[in-house]
């Protein structure tokens, strides 16, 4: 199947300082990606999808300006989380989109623990 | 508000029977279905897919789908300690394009 890459899998930082994670589509084109946040015990909940080439769209409640979400190619999208507090140390998980078994199948990245201290 | 129920669980089975995991959801509209695997700390892999009512079999799992009841259920067969983590139910809405929303999950717990 396909495959995505996200990197880095951990990160620890202090308090204040900016996080970049990247998202890369392998081996097919993604237009569209999606950035998930998970934390302890919880289920995965969609942050932004991330448009190629446009503005993300963010879901209701996440801060735009903290969680900056560029897609500049065909092929990656990142995730910026700006003054991190440790309130943002979660799971964050990328996913994109692509044809298999006759519909749309989500495949996703092997995700990001951030820890702010 | 769109809504996906699981049972959090967990779901205690010995080895070797058989797991059955039920999910329901809010948005008639909805046209796909999938199942994901989630270990501790791991992010979630597919495990099937169903876009129309019945039975779909693949291997162990079995999923089965009732668009009419808005019930999506998945059935695993000889359950291996291996396939003790949480399950992810994740129907994709009818509108929200390639946008899937994820139930609360529920925990397997498969015991030798």
């Known amino acids: 199947g396909a495959v995505v890459s996200q990197h880095p899998s951990r990160v620890i930082c202090k308090s204040g300082t900016s996080v970049k994670i990247e998202c890369r589509s392998l081996?097919?084109?993604?237009?569209?990606m999606f950035w998930y946040r998970q934390f302890p015990k919880q289920s995965l909940m969609l942050m932004a999808t991330s448009n190629e080439g446009s503005k993300a769209t963010y879901e209701q409640g996440v801060e735009k300006d903290k969680f900056l979400i560029n897609h500049a190619s065909l092929t990656l999208s990142t995730l910026t989380v700006t003054s991190a507090h440790p309130e943002d140390s979660s799971f964050y998980i990328c996913?994109?989109?692509?044809?298999?078994?006759?519909?749309?199948?989500?495949?996703f990245g092997a995700g990001t623990r951030l820890s702010v201290l | 508000q769109k809504e996906v129920e699981q049972n959090s669980g967990p779901l205690s089975v010995p080895e070797g029977a058989i797991a059955s995991l039920n999910c329901t959801y809010s948005d008639r509209g909805s046209q796909s279905f999938f199942w994901y695997r989630q270990y501790s700390g791991k992010s979630p892999e597919l495990i099937m897919s169903i876009y129309s009512n019945g039975d779909k079999e693949d291997g162990r799992f079995t999923a089965q789908l009732n668009k009419a009841s808005q019930y999506v259920s998945l059935l695993i067969r000889d359950s291996q300690p291996s396939d003790s983590a949480t399950y992810l139910c994740?129907?994709?809405?009818?509108?929200?394009?390639?946008?899937?929303?994820f139930g609360g999950g529920t925990r397997v717990l498969v015991k030798p």
């Open positions: 994740a129907p994709q809405f009818g509108a929200a394009g390639n946008k899937l929303t």
């Open positions: 081996d097919f084109q993604a237009t569209t």
């Open positions: 996913s994109a989109p692509g044809l298999a078994g006759g519909g749309n199948i989500q495949y």
